[in-house]
């Protein structure tokens, strides 16, 4: 166990130091300048800016500058927002993301469980059948489709809830639900398929023989054991509510690091897109992680040290 | 059931049971044996494909999705051409009509814009925009359909090359094995490890902006998925009894590649590709979005979408048609998937 987690460590600081110099180069080569107006700028004044920012050193002692930086927590200075630090414009506008994307991420697990669940007692009724056809609609409707239409219909035509202000817990409503869509449909159809299969298995077959009542069957032996590859889901579900983030943010005007992310996407703040690069990555190899170290201790029959399932 | 007949023997036996209502004789004709007939199959073994497509027609989602898909795609095809105007053509005194067809007005397409007002007339337009126009008086019916055929392309060209990398790296993978399979998979392990929509922007940032640069995006990290399962299955099927049965009873090795190990991975393979497509559609819808996607006057799904998006009050048309479509699309290509997945999966058979 105790060399499946210095393993698995390692890997993950492999991949983020990886994640970190990839993105550094890929930065290198980006077409531009980050300068609002670098066209009116004299080559003295373009000196100055650039002797500020580091950018006239060669690329070797900028890299490793900026690895030295990192490692204290620094990611530079922002190239749009004059004297403000990456650091602090992420700690301005991680709480929305976290808000919305926290909110959506149990939202959609509760609620897909629930789907989920019911669906695989009911297989093959009505009620199945409507579940299976939301968790289709969920996992094949974009994201930023749904949350427009979302935003159309309830916020314009309707005027239930504010459309794209961040002003009070209302404004959070919709961008979750918009975010949960996929989170639903991902998990109601996972946990359904699991629950199916062992539905199946032979200690279900035995509860039920030994005269255990089947509430007893349902909660003590399917619906636990059926709980527990749900876990390896985080990952992925990690990943659509990033993703989601990214436009729904958009789409919603929450003041969020999804939001930041595309507006320096435009106009090539480069700092601040490695920054935000930095953290999605980071957060997501974290998730991995945590997800493979809980399955193990989850589920007994998963043999840590061979890696491989029993 | 008929043809059977007990032989002398047996019936001897039914009579000294002394059932209550017994059998004469005479009711039966004994058959002829005949030794070479009997070793004749009833029916000629179903081969795998056609068991395979048998399932898959009993998927009713999965055969709808079919059909529209086939019929999606031919409009993506023919739908630009079937009226005159084309996808960049731009007629400013057309512009933000709202669809308008003849026989389809209680569906909505009846040329009225939010306020009830029918454009048409109180322009004074007489030919009829199918999906109406956007704010350069383009034709949206043409540009739909436009959008959908570039739309497929970048995404099935993305699956191709994702199914070729994928198949030779997990190929190679598997049929080496020992150093060579572990640093290949240690390149795997890292390469999951990064969120891919990330490196798909970074790399959109760097490259010139347009469907080459969107493909090849996609495919840097969307081949990995592919390599582990072309690879899983290969070390799976390389160990497997009915292989080393296949070759004990003297089988050629193009007879154990055709019967045995295609068969085998190729379902997996094809599910695989079958999800990659939406996914591909989705990336390129998603970055079309944040405005990382195609350049005017080129129109892919999430062009229109975000051009319908930033109309969405005033011509909320501009934006549900190609919703529709692309979630019409993207359902399609999931139930299908779905559908082939649970037709070619060989442990299902019975």
Redesign the interface.
Known sequence: MKRYLIQRFAYAVITLFIIVTATFLLMQLLPGTPYSNAEKLTESQRAILDAKYGLDKPVAIQYITYIGNLIQGDLGYSFQYQGRTVMSMIGDRIGPSALIGLQGLVFGTIIGLVLGIISALRHNTAVDYVSVTIAVLGMSIPSFVFAALLQYFIGVKLGWLPVALWENYQSTILPSLALSVTVIATVARFIRSEMLEVLGQDYVTTARAKGLNESGVIWKHVIRNALIPVVTMLGPLAVSIMTGTLVIEKIFGVPGLGEQFTLSILVLDYSVIMGITLLYSALFIFVVFVVDVLYGLLDPRIDLKGGSKA | MTTIQPNDGDFKNLRSQDRPAEPSADLFVPQPLDSTVREELAAPAPTFWKEAWERLFKNKGAVVSLVLLIILSAMSLIGPSMNEFTYREQHIPHSNLPPKVAGLEWLGFDGKDVNGVDQYTQRGVETNYWFGTDEFGRDLWTRVWKGTQISLFIALVAAFLDLVIGVIYGGISAYYGGRIDNFMQRII??LT???N??VI???I??LEPGIRSIILAMIITGWVGMARVVRGQMLQLKGQEFVLASRTLGASDSRLMRKHLLPNVMGPIIVTVMFTI?TAI?FE??LS????GLQAPLASLGVL?EDG?DA??SF?YK??IP?VV??LV??C???LA?GLRDALDPKMRK
């Open positions: 392990e890292i490890g990064i969120p929509l990330i922007i970074l790399f940032l760097i939406p989705f819808a998603f979005f944040i405005g990382l979408i998006y969405i009050r909320p934006l549900l919703a692309i979630s993207m359902i290509f999931n139930l779905d």
